[in-house]
């Protein structure tokens, strides 16, 4: 069993539609869930990261981290053609050194 | 620079030559990582260097793969006799320090093709 499991779509979505990406784990030790955004040709940047259990709110993008499910999320309101990318989720344990990422969920908004 | 810079973008090379792929962090960031990732794979940990300390290799997927960081700034990823299943992108990440390995400044990558 991967440490993350993250469905690889591709997602496609009509422009202003809410989307939802989802990863699940299997360490409970994990203390710091990450969300990148990765374009083409280019390397992941971040875009939200939680601490622990509950939500963030950024602009239009939400992460939600649930860790009795071991479930987490990102929700994007008002979906762009500019969101298009693929979405990685990462998790790291404190104190450890090693982020362990999803393989990506790749989303394409249209106009 | 004001990100991370990694060369080459793009690298061709035949099956069983080696390699040398850098990386220049941003400015004042101690820590940096190598990762590679392949087509339908999520990010694989290769290796970490934290200020002065020893590395952590624990990624590296053989002894072909070594790297170094030198002056406690630019890094280099050497891969000896290549394989075809080397080819990939090789990210490089830098963060600030070691408490702040959940944020992540990543280069655009080494895509790496081996023939």
């Known amino acids: 069993q991967k440490e993350v499991e993250q469905d690889p779509g591709p997602l496609s979505v009509p422009e202003g539609a809410i989307v939802s990406l989802n990863c699940t784990y299997s360490?409970?030790?994990?203390?710091?869930f990450m969300w990148y955004r990765q374009y083409s040709r280019k390397g992941p940047e971040l875009l939200m990261y939680?601490?622990?259990?509950g939500n963030k709110e950024d602009g239009r993008f939400t992460a939600q981290v649930d860790k009795s499910s071991k479930y987490i999320s990102l929700f994007i309101r008002d979906s762009q053609p500019s969101d298009s990318a693929t979405y990685l989720c990462a998790m790291l344990q404190t104190g450890a050194n090693n982020l362990f990422f999803g393989t990506g969920t790749r989303l394409t908004v249209i106009p | 620079g004001a990100g991370v810079s990694q060369s080459p973008s793009n690298k061709v090379t035949e099956k069983g030559k080696d390699v040398e792929l850098r990386c220049d962090p941003i400015?004042?960031?101690?820590?940096l990582y190598w990762y590679r990732q392949s087509l339908g794979q999520g990010l694989e940990f290769l290796i970490y260097f934290q200020g002065n300390s020893a590395p952590d290799k624990s990624g590296l997927p053989s002894d072909r793969f070594s790297a170094e960081r030198t002056g406690g700034s630019v890094s280099t990823l050497t891969i000896q006799r290549t394989q075809q299943e080397d080819s990939a992108v090789y990210l490089c990440a830098s963060s600030l320090r070691a408490s702040t390995n959940e944020k992540l400044f990543f280069g655009s990558g080494t895509q790496l093709s081996v023939l």
């Open positions: 400015s004042g960031h101690t820590a």
């Open positions: 939680t601490y622990s259990s």
């Open positions: 360490n409970s030790a994990f203390q710091y």
